[in-house]
């Protein structure tokens, strides 16, 4: 059910949208109507007589093109965004055709890598690296140990984490520690085994 309101603005709108239509198209006629066209010189019938003197006519030109109307105009505003937007969308597809390619040519360059080793695993589990003699962690030696302990020969790290250690008196008086009384280990947490 509709009330009356609604109708009257249903109505009212509507015919805003015929007046503005058909004015719309009183304008338009005019401006076509108030386009003369071009005066082009008539050849003279007697060109004996012509003001240049006897013998010689004005050649007549070709009629000059009309200039374009409001329609034209905004008929080709259109062509030429929709052209533009037709070689944008082509430009977009052929960067998400790329990029699908890069994808599928990384996907198949790891595919054939994890194929090339036989026997290989991804093992998870977590191994301190032990200190070298140099101070940096081994975390080869880790990774080696690791394997081992799950059937395998050897390894490869894929993942380690780092944890600051300190001493419980520190975290118990609630202070901060400075790096003498900590001390930092690496540990392997995922690793290829063989």
Known sequence: MTSRLGTIRTRSSARAGVGACALFLAFSALAQEAQSPNP????????????SGPGLFWPTLPPLPPPPNLVETFGRWLDQGTTKFRTDMQGAQETFDKLGNQTRDAAKDATDAMIGLPNARIVTARERCAPARNGSPDCQAAVDKFCRGKGFQVGKSLDTQSELKCPAKVLLEGRSPNEAECRTEIFVTRAVCQ
């Open 40 to 51: 082009t010189p008539a050849p003279d019938p007697n060109p004996a007589q012509s003001p």
